[in-house]
């Protein structure tokens, strides 16, 4: 009996605690810390995307989410907000994972398969890749050649994916592998070329 006393007077002084917090403005105290955490996060993650390229010039429309390293290698994770659509710049330094000629090659899908499985450990996993058409594009000032790719995935949230593929090599010498990707019925070029078209050599 004493024990459930006890218990009753905890949870009646919990409630009296969190009643006086949001009296005295801590629900918006709370609101101001996420905020500021929040931007300190998206602030860092731009900081670190200068060392992959210029970013400055993108539309609003699209938010730099987050820097990452994989497998050793640099990128940059990027979002279209409205549709969720993904863009991914990976800088493999001097050794290039994918070449334009590979990009043109007629045998991409297993390089994209044998790519696949050295990142199948990592947050971006891909199978069953199916190239299905090609094109040029922009990125980093300069005209790139693009394979457009079918695939499943179980690393998000939907499993049916589409999106395109290119590689280029900026000033520096080093190599940039380009991935645009969302879900197979809402992938859109459109929003790729508009990210990439954006992107600067820094």
């Known amino acids: 009996m004493f024990r459930l006393i006890k ?7 919990l409630v009296l605690a969190i009643i006086g917090f949001n009296a005295i403005g ?17 602030q860092r993650a731009e900081e670190n995307a200068k060392k992959l390229g210029n970013f400055s010039n993108l539309h609003e429309e699209f938010q730099i989410d987050n820097t990452v390293s994989l497998l050793g290698y640099k990128a940059v994770l990027a979002e279209h907000k409205a549709s969720g659509q993904r863009m991914c710049i990976l800088d493999s330094g001097k050794k290039p994972l994918l070449t334009q000629d590979d990009i043109k090659s007629t045998d991409l899908d297993k390089k994209l398969e044998e790519l696949a499985a050295k990142f199948k450990y990592q947050s971006i996993s891909f199978k069953e890749i199916n190239v299905t058409s090609r094109g040029t594009m922009k990125a980093y000032g300069k005209t790139v050649p693009y394979a457009k790719f079918e695939a499943k995935s179980n690393k998000f ?15 520096d010498g080093s190599e940039k592998l380009i991935i645009s990707v969302s879900e197979r019925k809402k992938y859109s070029q459109l929003i790729t070329d508009e990210f990439f078209k954006g992107v600067q050599e820094g």
């Open 157 to 171: 949230p939907i499993s049916d994916l589409a999106g395109i593929v290119s590689s280029m090599q900026t000033s």
């Open 26 to 42: 801590g629900q918006k105290y709370v609101e101001i810390v996420k905020n500021n955490v929040t931007n300190f996060v998206q």
């Open 7 to 13: 218990i009753i007077f905890n949870a009646t002084l």
